[in-house]
């Protein structure tokens, strides 16, 4: 009888409407207290002011199609300075008849990437198919080989070489960032005093001024007729400079270490080179994995640097067309797309970054 | 047992012995190919007949710089050419950090905010511009100045007294009057009376348990210094308003769009990444310490700065500090839009004098200078924040 009445009770008894459904969530989130509620008005009025007009000029009044002549009627934006020159912005002075061969090689990363997200898929195997990816990529890239016609380094350019810089510019720092990591931590004076020198020294300089000394000073130190190309350069000072960084990341990993793991290691009778390999640095690489996405993360937005010393990335493809007079004055629609694209990679790669914490730290609460 | 005591240990297992023939490799290493580069470098320097050495600073420069916070002209050496450089540099990392640290802080505040939508968009706007490289934001915004905006004669103005246009933003400032500089000379000396007040309201406090209303005071010396001397020099209002005198502006304050593009991306882009600092440092402090403070029966002003900013600030303060480092670093890339700070002034000599070694080296050694007496100064601060167990 008492759960009948009970029932019959909650039955009766609905909450207020003013504290459920959209009322309540609003009541709950938005306007609880004087404050919160100008601070809710003051937005939605900022919102309501600068939305509408954003999206007429981006959806409504824009041109998606058409010649530059015929953008400068339209009252809203241009898009058409995207799509009438989206190959060129993209790969740049690639040969148009081969640029299928970048695009390829931009899918194969892409598959790579997608594949290797999901942390079961790590293993050996993965990374010979990375080796024998970025390989690919390069022959894709370069040619001469199979009947692809060779294409000069030059012609490189756009997106293919703002990831080919990344790409290869983490793949080289990582092992050259952890080695200078174990040299500050080492036991001997002199290695650690030159691993902190360097690591600081390039740590209190800004990438634009080893990419200088990439472009003036590195031909001076080459002997006579020795010569590399530009891309190389700039590489090399992207490797250089991300090295360091990641270096500082790997040595929080290694001071997270307990003392209790190289005793153990050592009363197994390990030496260094095995103490390291199989106890030490799986353990912290595995904790430094979110801390090096984000390292990732902004070299690729420091490519974007490159374009001082005027190789041709996406940003310097998309500058050129904005220095056609045809397509001058639509510098806004261009950045726009240009932004989304890094956009889109960073976000992606700080989203996936957030997950991998996630799933680290749970692992070790069990 | 006495054959292997007696035994000699061969010098290759000897941990000690064989560090130091390590270290005597790896130095004997990076000095050879220190050695390689140099004598190429030297050999090729040669072959290009181009001067060495640090001659260049006295010559004359021969190039104008278009702001320039000391007195300069073509005429000047390269040397004041640098200076100038670097203090433009100084300028815009100042006041850059100032404003990133305030619009920093609101956007973290903003971001804990109760209000779902005042949080949202604190969030939407810290991904958005984290993930956008800070290059490109300064060509956006450079573009809309060049782009977006009309001429001198058509010149906006959203407020009375500050005009925009193409050549930059034009704003009204109090006409000078020799007033001035006495209040900034009273501002100086108010801070510094704050200080030493508020040593000496801490010492009475710990002596005596009397409580010195040193914030209240504070806040009235350094507003009612200057505002006495402003007054004693007879309240002087005359305003400078920018007029239009053939096709630019004349007197008032006028800011190049250079200077303004590279503030408004250096400030948007580091704001995010504050923003996310200051998030985490107040986050950092647990729930606990409030009620544990408020159960005491402080009051809220006082919960805040006695209990919660200190601990907040403890984990705020370093990457805080690293961020403004990157602000300054940042500040280099102002060679992409052409507003002359210390990279883009030595790229110049670099490119007129030949001396690449030199300016290469000039500009990574005025940046570690940055660099380490910030870290200097962070060392300092964490010893002295760092918490002491009792």
């Given amino acids: ?366 | 047992m006495d054959d292997i005591q007696t035994e000699k240990i061969p010098f290759w297992l000897d941990p000690k012995k064989r560090a130091i023939i390590f270290q005597i490799g790896v130095f004997c290493a990076v000095g050879l190919l220190a050695y390689y580069l140099i004598s190429n470098t030297l050999i090729n320097l040669e072959k290009q007949s181009v001067a060495t050495g640090w001659g260049f600073l006295q010559k004359e420069s021969s190039f104008e710089i278009g702001e320039s916070p000391i007195e300069y002209s073509a005429a000047s050496t390269y040397l004041r050419a640098l200076i100038v450089g670097a203090l433009n540099t100084l300028k815009v990392s100042f006041i850059g950090i100032v404003i990133t640290v305030i619009l920093g802080t609101i956007i973290g505040v903003a971001r804990l905010s109760t209000n779902w939508l005042v949080s949202k968009m604190a969030g939407i706007y810290i991904e958005v511009m984290q993930d956008i490289p800070v290059l490109l934001q300064l060509f956006f915004w450079y573009a809309i100045f060049y782009e977006a905006l009309p001429g001198p004669r058509q010149a906006l103005a959203p407020i009375k007294g500050i005009f925009l246009c193409n050549r930059g933003v034009a704003f009204t400032v109090p006409a000078s009057h020799p007033a001035h500089k006495y209040m900034f000379l009273a501002i100086v000396v108010a801070c510094f009376s704050v200080y030493f007040l508020r040593r000496w309201a801490k010492k009475r406090q710990d002596e005596t348990g009397k409580i010195f209303p040193t914030f209240r005071v504070g806040i009235s010396t350094i507003i009612g210094l200057p505002l006495l001397t402003w007054l004693a020099f007879g309240a002087p209002i005359a305003m400078d308003t920018p007029k239009l005198v053939g096709f630019n502006f004349k007197g008032g304050m006028m800011l190049s769009p250079e200077f303004i593009a590279l503030l408004l991306g250096l400030v948007l882009y580091t704001a995010a990444f504050v923003a996310e600092v200051v998030r985490a440092g107040i986050q950092s402090v647990s729930k606990g310490q409030t009620e544990a403070a408020m159960a005491i029966g402080l009051r809220p002003a006082l919960v805040l700065n006695l209990v919660i900013l200190p601990q907040a600030l403890r984990v705020i303060i370093p990457p805080l500090t690293s961020q403004m480092l990157n602000l300054t670093k940042n500040s280099s890339l102002a060679v992409a839009i052409g507003f002359p700070d210390f990279v883009s002034v030595a790229n110049t000599t670099i490119n007129q004098t030949g001396q690449s070694i030199e300016g290469v080296a000039l500009i990574m050694a005025v940046y570690l200078i940055f660099s380490l007496s910030t870290s200097a100064f962070m060392n300092w601060y964490n010893k002295k924040a760092a918490l002491v167990e009792r």
């Fill in chain 1, 1 to 366: 009888m008492q759960d009948m009445a009970h029932e019959i009770y909650t039955d009766d008894m609905k909450p207020p409407v003013t504290s459920v459904g959209v009322i309540g969530w609003a009541k709950a989130n938005l306007f609880n207290g004087i404050f919160n509620s100008i601070l809710t008005i003051i937005t939605i009025f900022i919102l309501w002011k600068f939305l509408p007009p954003f999206i007429r000029w981006a959806f409504v009044d824009s041109a998606w199609n058409t010649t530059g002549a015929a953008c400068r009627e339209a009252s809203g934006a241009c898009w058409s300075v995207i799509f009438s020159n989206f190959r060129f912005i993209i790969f740049g002075f690639f040969p148009y008849e081969s640029q299928w061969r970048p695009f390829v090689a931009m899918l194969i990363l892409f598959g790579l990437l997608f594949y290797s997200r999901n942390r079961n898929h790590w293993s050996k195997y993965l990374g010979y198919s990375w080796i024998i990816g970025l390989i690919v990529m390069g022959l894709l890239m370069k040619g001469g080989l199979f009947g692809l016609a060779s294409v000069d380094s030059t012609k490189w350019g756009g997106l293919p070489l703002t990831l080919l810089l990344s790409v290869f510019g983490l793949t080289a720092a990582y092992p050259l960032g952890v080695i200078l990591a174990l040299g500050r931590q080492s036991k001997m004076n002199g290695v650690r005093w030159i691993c902190i020198v360097y690591i600081e020294a390039i740590r209190g300089v800004p990438l634009i001024s080893l990419l200088f000394m990439s472009s003036i000073i590195f031909p001076l130190f080459l002997p006579e007729g020795v010569t590399f190309n530009k891309i190389l350069r700039a590489q090399v000072a992207i490797i250089l400079f991300t090295a360091a960084y990641i270096a500082e990341v790997v040595r929080g990993g290694l001071q997270g270490m307990s003392k209790g793991q190289y005793e153990a290691a050592e009363s197994m009778g390990l030496n260094y080179y095995l103490t390291m390999r199989l106890v030490i640095l799986p353990q912290a690489l595995k904790i430094v994995i979110p801390p090096t996405v984000s390292i990732l993360i902004s070299a690729f937005k420091d490519t974007s640097l490159v374009v001082i010393i005027a190789l041709w990335d996406l940003l310097k493809t998309t500058q050129s067309v904005l220095s056609n007079p045809e397509w001058m004055g639509f510098s806004r629609e261009a950045y726009f797309v240009v932004a989304i694209i890094y956009f889109l990679g960073c976000f992606s790669m700080s989203n996936y970054s957030r997950k991998l914490e996630k799933e680290l730290s749970a692992g070790e609460q069990h």
